[in-house]
């Protein structure tokens, strides 16, 4: 069965660096969106893409977020400069235009 | 604006109970409704989804889901709960393609 893949699993940086989150989605969908869980609350959206652009984002998605689909297969984002308040889990998901399909998430620790 | 309500922020039950976990939207729109579940230290997994046509809707173990657009509910219920049922229950909804929009998540914790 097709799943969305997230590399890596765990990611620990310093503040200020910057990190870049990967994601496979699954290979036929064609809507792409990050979210983020920090530890202990719910999951919040950062941003949707689809037609290789931004569609909508969160006002958490701030000029220190980006996103890239880069090769038709990879769907990244990115942190430019790493906050503390930016530690938590972040998820890819991808879709058809229905339901999403969640990837298992990369747990980003900042210190 | 969408919004998911889940009043239960913990629900503890003893193994082979029923169990409900309450959720309620508010939109303005026709929307998409899902219940996620996420083990412990695992991502989300879809447990179950409303789209259109008949309002209640089944998972593979167990759980059912009824939608109720008079009450702008999606409750979540099973007959009876295993052990192995213990994780966070999210409610979410989405207008089609759009974002998905998380309730704060129920803790469902099943004792032996």
């Known amino acids: 069965e097709p799943e969305v893949t997230q590399t890596p699993s765990h990611q620990v940086t310093q503040m200020g660096q910057e990190v870049i989150l990967r994601c496979v989605p699954i290979?036929?969908?064609?809507?792409f969106y990050w979210y983020r869980q920090i530890l202990g609350q719910k999951v919040e959206f950062l941003v949707s893409f689809y037609n290789n652009e931004i569609s909508e984002k969160s006002e958490i998605f701030d000029d220190q977020f980006s996103v890239e689909r880069p090769d038709g297969s990879n769907f990244t984002l990115k942190i430019r400069s790493t906050k503390l308040e930016d530690s938590a889990m972040y998820f890819c998901?991808?879709?058809?235009?229905?339901?999403?399909?969640f990837g298992p998430g990369t747990r980003l620790t900042v210190l | 604006a969408q919004s998911v309500t889940q009043l239960d922020s913990q629900v503890p039950v003893f193994e082979e109970a029923p169990v409900e976990l309450r959720c309620n939207y508010s939109?303005?729109?026709?929307?998409?409704l899902f219940w996620y579940v996420q083990y412990p230290n695992q991502g989300l997994q879809l447990l179950l989804k409303?789209?259109?046509?008949?309002?209640l809707v089944e998972s593979i173990n167990g759980f059912e889901a009824e939608f109720n657009k008079s009450q702008t509910s999606f409750h979540l219920r099973k007959p009876s709960v295993h052990i192995s049922d213990t994780a966070e229950y999210f409610c979410?909804?989405?207008?089609?393609?759009?974002?998905?929009?998380f309730g704060t998540g129920t803790r469902l914790q099943v004792f032996p």
């Open positions: 290979s036929n969908h064609l809507y």
């Open positions: 998901a991808s879709s058809t235009g229905t339901e999403q399909f």
């Open positions: 939109s303005s729109v026709s929307v998409y």
């Open positions: 979410a909804v989405s207008e089609r393609t759009d974002k998905l929009i």
């Open positions: 409303y789209l259109s046509g008949s309002t």
